[in-house]
């Protein structure tokens, strides 16, 4: 049964998803792959982390069109990718732009580990303190006295 309802939504789906890509026409097939590249490259403002070509909120689908046009008008695809950051700003595409603003992105994470990995090996090569070998003697004193 399962089985069955995954078949069915796989179908259903997959025939939306052609539809969508059929509603333009391009001259060629290079221009179709560069829409199909486009859109899973640019993101939709309104939805959560989702690319113009799996949203159907308003603005996906104005986007898309957009996308078409240019393509039509024969820019490139920096050329799109910039007007649609000029247009949207830098969080339309999925690879942002490594500036002041955004280089914390790069240089957190690799200093985050770094300080890990700082914490880890000086934890390890730290000597037992004084205390803590008082206590290991009093500890074999009592295993030493229960015998």
Same mark, same amino acid.
């Given at each position: 049964?399962?089985?069955?309802?995954? +078949?069915?939504?796989?179908?259903?789906?997959?025939?939306?998803?052609?539809?969508? $890509?059929?509603?333009?026409? !391009?001259?060629?097939?290079?221009?179709?792959?560069? !829409?199909?590249? =486009?859109?899973?490259?640019?993101?939709? @403002?309104?939805? #959560?982390?989702?690319?113009?070509? $799996? +949203?159907?909120?308003?603005?996906?689908?104005?986007?898309?069109?957009?996308?078409?046009?240019? &393509?039509?008008?024969?820019?490139?695809?920096?050329?799109? &990718? $910039?007007?649609?950051?000029?247009?949207?700003?830098? !969080?339309?595409?999925?690879? @942002?732009?490594?500036?002041?603003?955004?280089? /914390?992105? /790069?240089?957190?994470?690799?200093?985050?580990?770094?300080?890990?990995? &700082?914490?880890? =090996?000086?934890?390890?090569?730290?000597?037992?303190?004084?205390?803590?070998?008082?206590?290991? #003697?009093?500890?074999?004193?009592?295993?030493?006295?229960?015998?």
């Amino acid at each position: 049964m399962k089985s069955l309802v995954c +078949s069915l939504l796989l179908l259903l789906f997959s025939t939306a998803a052609i539809s969508a $890509d059929n509603r333009y026409n !391009f001259n060629s097939q290079q221009d179709r792959a560069l !829409f199909l590249t =486009l859109t899973a490259e640019l993101r939709c @403002p309104m939805c #959560q982390n989702q690319n113009i070509a $799996d +949203s159907d909120a308003m603005i996906a689908h104005d986007m898309r069109r957009k996308v078409a046009s240019l &393509i039509r008008q024969g820019k490139s695809e920096q050329e799109i &990718i $910039d007007y649609m950051k000029a247009r949207y700003g830098d !969080f339309v595409y999925y690879e @942002p732009p490594v500036t002041v603003a955004t280089v /914390w992105l /790069w240089v957190l994470p690799v200093l985050f580990t770094l300080g890990g990995l &700082i914490l880890v =090996l000086r934890k390890r090569s730290a000597p037992a303190d004084a205390d803590t070998r008082a206590r290991l #003697q009093k500890a074999d004193q009592l295993l030493e006295r229960d015998k």
